[in-house]
């Protein structure tokens, strides 16, 4: 089904897919337009980890500087979007589209708020601005900004803005393939491919943490969670390194440096915690990649030590249980 322009979901549907057809990205306006989608993320994450929903009317965090800053955040993610796209009619059209669908959505929100709470709602709507912060803000009381807070533990939020940081390659990746077609990706050219592999990696890590979190599902099987399965990963990605260097070796001084930084880290990590081996071996494997400028390749240690990551972390809450039931029975 397809989604209509003039609901929230629909308008970021419509605007990036108006905006990589019709637009014309160039390098300058895609880095333009990564300064207001990060802002736009971060704005929303704080937004989420500080509201306790349909339980309270939040009063803190962004919440004591506007009623919806969620709809902040949006209005700044699209609009990097829109600056992204380099489309003059389309970032022209988006201020009068947005207000259109916003507005009416924050309305009926409000509408909702006073069902539930009344006088409450009503005087924090009068002591706080709908959409702009011109009024001085809110004292900060009340239970603030939480990593556990379910609006981000249950996994909506994180797979959300690995897409929405993905956005800026999205709009690299297509611009090339318009310009240049598939010959973008020749291996002569590593930045394209190295664009091309994150840009899979940021999305493949999005649908990972989403069935892990939201769904409460295993990403691997728990066969592939043995330590063969990194030990095959390591040798093949070690292996395809060799031959690479083997047969050309133009050694650059930043990769050097990166890889060399990054191998550091997994050596700390691997000693000062041990919970965070995977961690290590991931980020060894990954300063493998970078030395080797094979910045494609970090796809395979990231997308497979993830999904190990993940399933550990869903495991251990379960694992802690289980003695105290057994107790208990």
Not at 108 to 136: C, N, Q, T, W
Not at 141 to 159: L, V, Y
Not at 300 to 310: E, H, S
Request: with cysteine; glycine share 8%; aromatic share 10%.
């Amino acid at each position: 089904m397809v989604k209509s322009p003039f609901n929230r979901g629909g308008l970021r549907f419509w605007l990036v897919l108006v905006g990589l057809i019709a637009g014309q990205a160039t390098h300058a306006s895609i880095l333009w337009g990564v300064p207001p989608i990060v802002l736009g993320v971060a704005i929303h994450f704080w937004a989420k980890g500080c509201l306790r929903q349909n339980r309270v009317v939040s009063r803190i965090g962004p919440y004591r500087y506007v009623r919806h800053p969620f709809y902040v955040a949006n209005a700044f993610i699209d609009a990097g979007v829109a600056v992204m796209s380099g489309s003059w009619a389309l970032q022209a059209a988006l201020p009068v589209w947005w207000l259109i669908v916003y507005v009416t959505t924050m309305r009926r929100e409000e509408r909702h708020m006073i069902s539930l709470f009344g006088a409450a709602y009503e005087d924090y709507r009068k002591r706080v601005p709908m959409f702009i912060p011109y009024r001085r803000p809110l004292p900060a009381t009340g239970e603030g900004f939480s990593w556990d807070n379910r609006n981000i533990a249950a996994g909506r939020e994180i797979p959300r803005a690995l897409r929405l940081l993905a956005y800026p390659l999205l709009f690299y990746v297509v611009g090339e393939i318009r310009a240049s077609g598939l010959d973008f990706i020749a291996l002569h050219n590593g930045f394209d491919l190295w664009a091309l592999a994150m840009l899979l990696t940021m999305y493949g890590l999005s649908l990972l943490v989403e069935r892990s979190l939201k769904h409460d599902k295993a990403v691997l099987p728990v066969a592939q969670r043995r330590p063969w399965l990194r030990a095959v990963a390591a040798i093949g990605i070690v292996a395809v390194a060799f031959v690479t260097v083997w047969e050309e070796t133009q050694a650059h001084h930043v990769m050097l440096f990166a890889g060399a930084a990054v191998l550091g880290l997994s050596v700390v990590l691997s000693v000062v915690r041990s919970e965070l081996a995977l961690l290590a071996e991931c980020l060894g494997l990954v300063a493998v990649c970078i030395l080797c400028e094979l910045l494609w390749l970090m796809i395979v240690p990231i997308l497979l030590y993830g999904a190990l990551i993940l399933d550990n972390a869903r495991a251990r809450p379960a694992a802690q249980e289980a003695p105290g039931a057994a107790a208990a029975g």
